[in-house]
């Protein structure tokens, strides 16, 4: 893919770099030498770095900001520079709905928010490399918030910010709008590290959903608002809480009418300066009905496989894995609390393609047990 415009040309065939953490200062220059541009161009250039099996650092994709008072907020394909689809990895800057591989826009200011995307992820580890220049103002921070993780990263408005993160077999550590840039006063903020959330749980109560969250360094916090979701995307606000003003302190907030199925929830945390700090996103799968056990996938994948428990007692389980010879060739013991929880099985593999049963054995030992195919 080829970006063309008045400042840079920019080429994203895969790019091998050395491995950060090995060659740091190689690393470094690499990033300068990609971006290096005239000293009086205000911009933010983010690019996606994959670290591939055989220790290289692969350059996937990237974006580029332009800033200047003369452009407009706006999607203006005139300037503007429409993003194009990749076979894999996809990063992009993202305005009314609208993808794009370079922007112009006016000057960023306290309470403005740069929204990123992302799709077609692997599970590997990645990193988004950042190389500001002069977006520097008085009394002005950015942050790069994680809305998977949880976490809100000073941005370097002069220089260069490394931002690590992992897919995983968990869909949401690859939802297109996990990252997200926003604009503060600095002078409000110097100092203040964001709070942490130490766990966010959803468990089905009945029909009910306790939404349970905890938090360390919960320092000028002003709300904390619920927000929930059908599809693990689009989230309402539906309830705001109150901090404890303590350092450390647990929340809970039930839902009394949560939808059969799954239900997506997660926390926005809003400091005093309005800077937002989101939880990981939790799911209940409410089943009304009764208690159950499936597995998915099914066709298992790479010997991975999620146990979902419906509504079932708590206690611990016995989980074994028994081929068609009444063999158990897996076993495993599962603390479960009450309602309903996904645990992920990793059974391996090497197991031999086949039919076998997974067997549930409940605390009281009565059995369940699902057919999986391998």
Request: hydrophobic share 35%; proline share 4%.
């Amino acid at each position: 893919m080829l970006f063309i415009c008045c400042i840079s040309e920019r080429s994203y065939s895969k790019t091998h770099l050395p491995r950060a953490n090995k060659y740091p200062s190689l690393y470094a220059t690499s990033l300068t030498a990609l971006h290096s541009k005239p000293s009086s161009v205000v911009s933010l250039v983010a690019d996606l770095y994959a670290f591939n099996a055989d220790s290289s650092v692969s350059l996937e994709d990237g974006t580029t900001d332009l800033f200047d008072p003369s452009y407009c907020n706006c999607v203006n394909w005139l300037e503007d520079v429409k993003k194009l689809g990749n076979v894999l990895e996809n990063f992009s800057l993202i305005r009314d709905g609208k993808l794009m591989a370079i922007e112009k826009q006016q000057p960023v200011g306290v309470g403005d928010t740069i929204y990123l995307s992302m799709s077609q992820m692997q599970h590997k580890t990645y990193e988004i490399g950042f190389v500001a220049t002069g977006l520097n103002q008085p009394n002005l921070a950015g942050f790069v918030q994680d809305v998977y993780a949880g976490t809100s990263i000073p941005l370097n408005l002069n220089g260069n910010t490394q931002i690590p993160f992992t897919v995983t077999t968990d869909p949401n550590s690859a939802r297109p709008d996990r990252f997200r840039i926003v604009f503060t006063n600095a002078s409000t903020v110097s100092g203040v590290t964001p709070v942490t959330y130490t766990d966010v749980k959803a468990l089905q109560n009945n029909n009910n959903v306790n939404v349970q969250w905890q938090v360390d360094n919960e320092l000028n916090v002003s709300k904390y608002e619920v927000e929930k979701s059908s599809d693990g995307t689009q989230f309402t606000s539906v309830a705001t809480i109150a901090p404890s003003g303590k350092s450390s302190s647990t929340y809970n907030w039930v839902d009394a009418t949560p939808s059969d199925g799954v239900n997506y929830y997660r926390i926005e945390e809003v400091d005093d300066n309005g800077v937002i700090n989101y939880s990981e996103v939790v799911a209940a799968n409410v089943n009304k009905t009764g208690s159950s056990i499936n597995v998915y996938p099914n066709p298992v994948i790479s010997g991975v496989l999620g146990l979902q428990m419906d509504n079932m007692a708590s206690g611990n389980y016995s989980i074994h894995l028994i081929n068609n010879f009444g063999q158990t060739i897996f076993a495993k013991h599962i603390n479960h609390e009450e309602g309903n929880t996904t645990e992920t099985i990793v059974v391996g593999s090497n197991i031999a393609k086949g039919v076998y049963r997974l067997l549930v054995i409940s605390p009281d030992n009565s059995k369940s047990a699902v057919t999986v195919v391998f």
